[in-house]
């Protein structure tokens, strides 16, 4: 039976691979929506190819350029924040929710107001405003599927089975390219070096995270508000071949681990075929050719961002936005050669130290608060010697 689908960031790696698995099923999908922040042509190419209805630029000043594309198609072309959100509200069976950063809140929450299937992949909408999209998905009945592969694979686990039998969610991390660096090294690395990934192909800023592990961190929070076990029962562990991507233990000790390759098609798979499967072009997983699968506990003295998102998770409250924001800032000037690479998780902590506000109580607090702390880390920068 053919679903609707609407993909909110058509032209990330997320949007990539969904389009790709809905490529290979023609007959499971109806594009109903597809957006992109600008990249006119691409949009209007991949509208084209699947028949959207309508296609939305974030940008306005792009708007033009998308029109002049799709003319003659039939596919509509609308432009701006208020569009992005008309087309999350349009209904529709399943809408992949992949705009990255902030710019993705509002249009998440469209999808989630109108009570319909989310496949989340917009790591701030529960990281920066986690508490408001919960209370939005239990008000308006809305179902969020975790599109992350940590969190797909915790979901994964966790099915047919109770959240009050659960003893301990382990969520695994590969350490990233500078796991067994020394101290010295770590804070000589350079943009490059930090980017490179031994596991996954990722953007440069998902990448850095990778190698600080404040990813590891920001998945850490997006688990404690999907999974209501409580911080006591979250864990992280370092598994270098990023083939185990969660474990779920259970109070009778027997601990499901879902297990695959180093690939976003299987957890975009898994939610779009939600509550069943479908193929991808994955090869099998070969256990005797990978040889071992090794975990070590994670280093917080090199690598603090895990113990600086456990921080925020304790302290509640504007604490993760502000860290997100900061970060994202931190990030940027290390990409830039502004700061060095142990820099980072410092001028994310020096802001969380400097910054406060009240909790979140609506989706404009939480965009208040992303531009205040993204403002402090930037004085931060400015005004301490963070090199």
Request: proline letters at 5%.
């Amino acid at each position: 039976m053919t679903r609707s689908l609407t993909l909110l960031g058509a032209t990330g790696s997320i949007g990539a691979s969904t389009l790709d698995l809905v490529r290979r099923n023609p007959d499971a999908w109806r594009v109903e929506a597809l957006t992109a922040n600008c990249s006119a042509a691409e949009l209007a190419a991949l509208a084209r190819e699947f028949g959207a209805k309508v296609a939305v630029v974030g940008d306005e000043n792009c708007l033009p350029e998308l029109r002049e594309a799709l003319e003659g198609s039939g596919i509509e072309a609308t432009g701006g924040q208020q569009a992005l959100c008309e087309a999350a509200q349009r209904p529709v069976e399943m809408t992949v929710a992949a705009i990255v950063g902030c710019a993705g809140l509002a249009p998440t929450m469209a999808a989630i107001e109108r009570g319909g299937t989310v496949a989340l992949a917009n790591k701030e909408a529960l990281v920066s405003a986690g508490e408001v999209m919960t209370a939005a998905v239990a008000k308006h009945g809305a179902t969020i599927l975790p599109t992350d592969s940590e969190h797909n694979a915790i979901f994964q686990c966790l099915s047919g089975g109770r959240i009050e039998d659960v003893a301990r969610i382990t969520l695994t991390a590969s350490g990233g390219p500078l796991r067994t660096w020394s101290a010295e090294a770590i804070a000589a690395a350079t943009p490059a070096e930090a980017v490179a990934h031994p596991n996954w192909s990722m953007g440069a800023k998902i990448s850095v995270d990778s190698a600080t592990m404040m990813n590891k961190g920001l998945e850490y929070i997006e688990a404690f508000h999907l999974f209501p076990v409580g911080l006591d029962r979250l864990r992280i562990v370092v598994h270098p071949q990023s083939i185990i991507h969660s474990m779920v233990e259970y109070r009778d000790r027997s601990t499901l681990a879902q297990l695959g390759p180093s690939d976003m098609r299987v957890p975009i798979a898994s939610c779009l075929a939600w509550p069943k499967r479908m193929d991808t072009p994955l090869e099998p997983l070969d256990l005797a050719a990978i040889g071992e699968l090794t975990f070590e506990a994670p280093d917080e003295s090199r690598f603090p961002a895990t113990r600086i998102a456990r921080e925020s998770i304790e302290a509640g409250g504007a604490a993760p936005a502000v860290l997100n924001a900061a970060n994202e800032i931190a990030v940027e000037a290390f990409l830039a050669g502004q700061i060095a690479f142990t820099r980072i998780t410092a001028l994310a902590e020096s802001t969380l130290e400097r910054y406060s506000a009240s909790a979140p109580r609506t989706l404009a607090d939480v965009l208040a608060i992303d531009s205040e702390a993204r403002q402090c880390a930037r004085d931060c920068l400015e005004n301490s010697v963070l090199v």
